[in-house]
């Protein structure tokens, strides 16, 4: 069975704001198929802008528009059946097996008491194999370390087929391979993405544009090339940057020849 890919949203913020000053009005647009990295501090407020962007937050003022229509006043199902997010809180329910919990991608899609068609098991098996978990399926998610169960958590946002993947620290737990392997697959997917990232090093092999948020302030906006510069480093973080080249390793996949991703 062949599923073509979701079709890629387009993504407006439009002075967002939330909790009194948590995060100031942020305004900007992503093209359909660009990649967000959001940075900034412990605190700078990704995670909030994140949770205002997968529906859980309402906003204070402002609004966010997935291709032109305001997901806060679109019924929750429909928000769900274009945007999935992969979040550091992962599901409790432990006893669920990986290919249970990858199913759930597919609920905002499923129609109240239906069982999973066939379509709908070919995408969990196609996400299962697309992170290398067919050997997992069928372990308890609560047997699983943490680097596994990111990757199946991203299974389960493949498995959803979103316009919009929002993702808050995708590579926490992550070996430097897996980093990789779940960066790539994330740029490979075609849709649109928000991710927050700490790793300096991998958002510039991995974002198209970044904003970067000072103490709930957007502080800059734009390409990963004109964003990223010692200046704006030392004034979200308050390190010094020094430009040395390339790091000391760049690390890429051995079958990736296009080395686009280093870290
Ligand atoms: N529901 C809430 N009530 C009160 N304060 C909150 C709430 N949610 C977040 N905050 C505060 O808002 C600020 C921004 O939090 P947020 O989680 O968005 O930061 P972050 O940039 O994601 O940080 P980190 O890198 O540490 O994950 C923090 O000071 C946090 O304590």
């Not at 274009?82 to 991608?105: S, Y």
């Not at 808050?168 to 075609?190: A, F, K, S, Y």
């Not at 430009?243 to 870290?263: H, I, K, M, V, Y």
């Amino acid at each position: 069975m062949s599923c073509p890919p979701p079709k890629p949203a387009s993504l407006t913020l439009d002075s967002l704001s939330w909790g009194n000053g948590i995060l100031h009005p942020v305004s900007l647009t992503l093209a359909p198929g660009r990649i967000l990295g959001v940075l900034g501090a412990n605190g700078a407020g990704k995670s909030t802008l994140l949770r205002l962007i997968y529906r859980f937050h309402a906003p204070q003022t402002g609004r966010v528009l997935l291709d032109g229509q305001d997901i806060h006043t679109t019924p929750a199902r429909q928000v769900a059946q274009r945007v999935a997010a992969v979040l550091q809180e992962q599901p409790t329910d432990f006893a669920l097996n990986v290919a249970e919990i990858v199913a759930l991608g597919r609920a905002p899609h499923r129609r109240a008491l239906s069982g999973p068609s066939e379509r709908d098991r070919h995408l969990v098996d196609h996400a299962l194999d697309r992170l290398d978990l067919q050997a997992f399926a069928q372990r308890p998610f609560g047997t699983l370390s943490g680097g596994e169960r990111q990757r199946v958590m991203v299974a389960r946002a493949l498995a959803q087929e979103p316009g919009l993947i929002v993702l808050d620290e995708p590579t926490n737990h992550l070996d430097i391979r897996h980093q990789l392997e779940v960066l790539r697959l994330v740029r490979e997917l075609g849709v649109t993405v928000v991710a927050s990232l700490h790793d300096l090093n991998l958002v510039q092999g991995f974002a198209d544009d970044l904003l970067v948020l000072r103490q709930g302030h957007p502080l800059a906006f734009g390409s990963v090339c004109d964003v990223l510069t010692p200046d704006l480093i030392a004034r979200a973080f308050g390190v010094m940057a020094v430009a040395r080249g390339p790091a000391r390793f760049d690390f890429s996949l051995f079958n990736d020849t296009r080395q686009e991703l280093s870290a």
